[in-house]
């Protein structure tokens, strides 16, 4: 094997599982079976691969994450979603996660300052998840060629506020008002040339 193959197979982060954890404090609902884990395309044309497949750059890739832990008991469950499908992904590579329709995470895979692999992610709820209550979870990820094998990052879940939407609703109100201005403005001016006509009148 060369050199340069060697290398740039040392490049390659060598996914062997992906897991999720959440902590559920309450269920009114039964939570799926599986999830999806999508790889958005990317932009730069870094290689994807996913069970020895190569994905195309300008095209997402998926991989089913199922659930292998339920949890005991009725309060505070443990719930597990895993997959143990082989991904080898390079640095900058997005990742989303679907809990049926609704996209739950975001995140990435990069190096750090010691050249060491690191998993980032974060909660994009946009909207309270129905009869299911989760408070955390835990983003798990067991890799080949380095040293700690298992990434981890955990994840607060909390539900983002639109904030855009508000202002773009107040700006659209306000146009009336404008109208409303410019309609004043339209019946001074036709006022003053009205009294200038008759002033003219008299003078004749």
């Not at 996914?15 to 954890?21: G, M, N, P």
């Amino acid at each position: 094997m060369c050199k340069g193959y060697e290398q740039k197979e040392r490049e390659r982060l060598k996914i062997k599982s992906f897991y999720l954890r959440l902590w559920v404090s309450n269920t009114r609902t039964c939570l799926p079976d599986s999830i999806t884990l999508y790889y958005l395309p990317r932009i730069n044309g870094s290689p994807l691969e996913i069970c020895d497949s190569k994905i195309q750059a300008d095209s997402p890739g998926f991989v089913t994450l199922y659930r292998v832990v339920s949890g005991v008991g009725t309060t505070n469950k443990t719930v597990i979603f895993g997959s143990r499908e082989r991904v080898r992904a390079s640095e900058g590579v997005r990742f989303e996660v679907y809990m049926r329709d609704e996209k739950v995470f975001k995140g990435s895979f990069r190096k750090d300052e010691n050249d060491e692999w690191k998993v980032e992610c974060k909660c994009v709820l946009e909207r309270e998840m129905v009869g299911v209550e989760v408070k955390e979870a835990e983003i798990s990820v067991a890799v080949d060629g380095q040293e700690p094998a298992m990434m981890s990052e955990k994840v607060e879940v909390v539900v983002r506020r639109k904030t855009r939407a508000k202002y773009c609703f107040q700006g659209l109100e306000e146009i009336p008002e404008e109208r409303e201005v410019d309609d004043t403005t339209e019946s001074i001016r036709r006022m003053l040339l009205l009294l200038l006509l008759l002033f003219l009148c008299r003078r004749r």
